[in-house]
């Protein structure tokens, strides 16, 4: 018998506690398991067994110290981690929870398991997103800073140094700018991932628009855009802005990183399930190991390229919010020496 006992909790009771998703274990005074529900057995501790120790089924001498501490004393809360059969941290809180009047054994204690391990990791990422932030911006301010100062000083009378610096610190504000519009673009699109968009879109127009655009920027790199596109309409389900920013992100991403290609081949084809994007350059490519976490915020294979290219580091995350909020998929594929293709598959409107 492993679950709380229907005999000595009243039935309902059992029920409950049984179902709850937080784990939840019953020891008596001596250590000894009394009870511990359907989560606690599946999560926690699979060789725990009501009638023996805590100790067998648990090893988290935090927590059993706790335990013994807590017989006499009031509540505490203690948290520990575990390594199999997954990383994860746990907040227990033990009480001394039932009246010692004998219904469960002398002074039982409960303990409440709670899951840290999601709360931990979001908490984390937000310190480092608000960390690359203030590092981003930092250091176009510290050049503007030291820009003016030179302007103030040493040359207040060169026109010749003015005009040169005024440029830097117009493409240094320009990288704040970029940063800040694609901040925003990120916060928008994250708040309205839950929301499909219904507005049917014709894909093979947004790419050729995008293209369109994109060509001079292209031209004076040497890259020539193809547009291979069916001759029937692409019509997805989706918000023409935002697939808008996705073709453009990837194009130009293409175009900057696969300049050496000389050609960016982009595609709109047909597919069993609905549409897919693609677009092929034929630049360095990207090796394996960098390809899980090209979607992060702010992660770039080479920051320097990146920057000096007008990149934020922010795009491919912007596009994988649009597209998961599209209920599309992305994939990038990449082989060093022979470019790289990302593909961005979107359900037929008629599918949808
Ligand atoms: N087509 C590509 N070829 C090679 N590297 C690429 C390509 N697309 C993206 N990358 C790499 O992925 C990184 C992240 O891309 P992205 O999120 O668009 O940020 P950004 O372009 O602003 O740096 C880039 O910095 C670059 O290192
Ligand atoms: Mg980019």
């Known amino acids: 018998m492993d679950v709380f006992d229907p005999n000595r909790l009243p039935r309902r009771l059992a029920v409950v506690v049984d179902h709850l998703p937080d784990p939840v274990v019953l020891v008596d005074a001596s250590g000894f398991v009394q009870g511990a529900n359907a989560a606690a057995r599946r999560a926690l501790l699979p060789t725990l067994a009501v009638g023996r120790p805590l100790s067998y089924g648990l090893r988290a001498p935090e927590v059993l110290d706790a335990v013994a501490a807590a017989l006499p004393g009031g509540p505490v809360k203690v948290e520990f981690a575990t390594r199999v059969p997954t990383e994860r941290t746990f907040e227990v809180q033990i009480t001394p929870a039932l009246e010692a009047n004998g219904e469960f054994g002398a002074a039982p204690v409960m303990l409440v398991f709670r899951d840290l391990t999601e709360a931990r990791r979001l908490e984390r990422m937000r310190v480092d997103f608000i960390a690359n932030v203030s590092h ?6 510290a050049s503007l800073t030291g820009f003016i100062e030179t302007l103030q000083g040493a040359a207040r009378d060169d026109p010749a140094a003015r ?3 005024l440029s ?5 504000a320009w990288r704040m700018t970029r940063l800040i519009d694609d901040l925003l673009s990120l916060s928008r699109v994250e708040l309205r991932e839950h929301v499909a968009p219904k507005t049917p879109v014709d894909l093979r127009t947004v790419a050729a628009q995008i293209i369109d655009t994109l060509r001079t920027m292209a031209g004076e790199r040497g890259v020539a855009i193809a547009l291979a596109a069916p001759e029937a309409q692409a019509i997805v389900l989706g918000d023409a802005d935002e697939l808008s920013r996705v073709v453009e992100n990837l194009v130009e991403n293409a175009v900057k990183y696969g300049e050496s290609g000389g050609r960016v081949d982009v595609a709109v084809d047909r597919r069993e399930d609905g549409f897919e994007l693609s677009v092929r350059d034929h630049g360095p490519g990207i090796a394996q190991e960098h390809l899980p976490r090209l979607t992060e915020r702010f992660y770039r294979v080479d920051v320097a390229e990146s920057r000096d290219k007008g990149g934020t580091g922010l795009g491919l995350a912007i596009v994988k919010h649009i597209v998961n909020r599209h209920r599309g998929r992305l994939h990038i594929e990449s082989e060093p020496g022979s470019g790289t293709l990302v593909r961005v598959i979107l ?3 008629d599918r949808a």
């Open 347 to 349: 359900p037929a409107a």
């Open 168 to 172: 830097i610190m117009r493409a240094q």
């Open 136 to 141: 981003e911006l930092r250091t176009p301010l």
């Open 163 to 165: 005009a040169r610096f």
